[in-house]
């Protein structure tokens, strides 16, 4: 019993340790474009719930420190794109491609000075409604830009009130509809409507609890990115959120790593109906992180 409470403290301290105040981290460097082979190491997870199926799960190998911090994912085509929590875009296929390669671009422009983490926090992502390119949520700064599709150019900067959010606690999640988009916040508590010149909130109901990200599923409801912190690690889930009724409730536990922290999530509809749900995890610079991708099938 005592090395097992030994050992949930000295994982509970790296995870807590992991997410102390952004302004402390290290500077930011921005670096220069680019394009280099990327490694799938297969890896073994706890076994998961019967809601869904674990399609495989994979662990991403680069040597550019910038996959470090991915904290937002998006599908284009058979690719993903990424958004990492340090103003990086980065773009890698699905596993089994050919001779994979793995794209780092810096963000354009940021909120905040090009050599300052603090302000360059992007946490979310989502296609503009108009197809101009793609949105972006910077967290600590609390500010949306839209970029074009190939994040060459900054198309429009949108201040969000942050007063309600702290510092760390603004939009962790956004999701493109075919008119506007979804503002999710990190508390859970708060998702609001953007039509691109106002904003207005939604009834959320009861709160799904602390949210890294989202996505809109074939159905219009909308798949909230759940995650807590337990004395033994990580504890990441899956809740459902209908928009027409203002309604959550939760729908799986994703069985994955004690120190695995689930940042981003996008979703795919497949032959026969189900749909994919693909989730990556930020390794938080961590010696002991790992950044992840993880696909489970769901049929609703």
């Known amino acids: 019993m005592k090395s097992f409470i030994l050992s949930s403290l000295a994982i509970a301290s790296i995870v807590v340790g992991s997410h102390r105040p952004i302004e402390r981290l ?39 420190r910038r996959l470090d911090g991915l904290s937002a994912l998006a599908i284009e085509g058979s690719s993903f794109v990424a958004i990492s929590d340090s103003g990086v875009v980065v773009r890698f296929p699905k596993p089994g491609s050919p ?8 963000l354009p422009s940021g909120p905040g000075r090009s050599d300052r983490k603090a302000g360059n926090d992007s946490e979310a992502i989502a296609r503009d409604p108009q197809d101009r390119g793609w949105w972006v949520a910077f967290e600590s700064i609390h500010q949306l830009r839209l970029y074009d599709r190939d994040f060459r150019r900054t198309l429009a900067v949108r201040p969000l009130d942050g007063r309600r959010w702290h510092e760390n606690g603004g939009v962790e999640g956004l999701v493109g509809l075919t008119d506007s988009l979804l503002l999710v916040a990190e508390d859970g508590d708060t ?8 904003i207005s909130p939604l009834d959320t109901g009861p709160s799904a609890g602390r949210l890294s990200d989202a996505t809109v599923l074939p159905d219009g409801r909308i798949l909230l990115l759940t995650r807590s912190l337990t004395p033994l690690g990580f504890r990441n889930g899956l809740a459902l959120y209908d928009s027409t009724r203002g309604a959550t409730k939760p729908l799986a536990r994703l069985a994955l790593g004690h120190l695995d922290n689930a940042e981003g999530i996008a979703a795919e509809t497949m032959p026969g109906g189900a749909i994919r749900l693909w989730v990556a995890t930020d390794r938080d610079s961590r010696a002991r992180g790992r950044t992840l991708l993880a696909a489970f099938d769901w049929k609703p």
């Open 26 to 64: 290290p500077n930011r460097s921005p670096l220069q474009q680019r394009r280099e082979p990327l490694r799938f190491e297969p890896v073994h997870l706890p076994p998961q719930g019967a809601a869904l199926t674990r399609v495989g799960a994979w662990e991403l190998h680069a040597t550019d």
């Open 191 to 198: 998702i609001e409507r953007f039509d691109g010149s106002t």
């Open 99 to 106: 001779n994979p390669t793995i794209k780092f671009r810096d």
